[in-house]
């Protein structure tokens, strides 16, 4: 299965998509989590993808889908991924249409009001597991011990940017996906747990 996960800010992708990963055995591809881990290292990909990420705007095109386009070209996804983050503009989507086929778009729907409050209280560890204070309220990771930590691009002048981009550049590819007729809605507002069955659910059904 080659897989995309749509949906805004704080709907809930990373979350689902670890779970989904281990699932099925497929990598995870977050593009959000590359450019931070880029970041964290100093690389000149990571200091210019900052000055965007920094401001809630967009990394440009071309960086991005350089960079997913190689990763993708890798042993460990010809048997299937899925993405997390990408694509988020027109163009990226149909770049990827050229070098892969996209079997499902998973469209995780929730409301604005919602994720401000998911993104305000999420909490992250640098191996990837991301929590929220409303149901944890340790400061270190139950899977790792590391310390937790509130992403630089969470306060919420940046959220609200993110939010905005998000429904003009990324909410159209909802359509585009619709139209190649690979797109799935999950109500993302439930519990962690049911919104993982019915994703579960969609891939079973429609493998
Ligand atoms: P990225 O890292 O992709 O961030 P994002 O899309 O803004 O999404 P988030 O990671 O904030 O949310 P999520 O949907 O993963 O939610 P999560 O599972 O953590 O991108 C960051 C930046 O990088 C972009 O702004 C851009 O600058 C750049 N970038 C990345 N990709 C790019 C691209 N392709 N092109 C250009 N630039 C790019 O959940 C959120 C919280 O809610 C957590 O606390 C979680 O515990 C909680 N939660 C999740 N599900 C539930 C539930 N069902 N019930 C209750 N709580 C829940
Ligand atoms: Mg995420």
Known sequence: MYLVFLGAPGAGKGTQATRVCEKYNIPHISTGDILRANIKQGTPLGVEAKKFIDKGLLVPDEVVIGLVKERLGEEDCKKGFL??????TLEQAEALGKFAKITHAINIQVDEDLVVKRIAGRRMCKCGESYHISWYDKDACQKCGE???QRDDDKEETVKSRLEVYKKQTAPLIEYYKQSGVLYDVDGAQEM????EDIV?????ND
Do not use: A, E, M, T
């Open 83 to 88: 993405l997390d983050g990408f694509p988020r």
């Open 147 to 149: 310390k937790l930590y």
């Open 193 to 196: 747990n049911k919104v993982f």
């Open 201 to 205: 659910r969609i891939l079973d059904d």
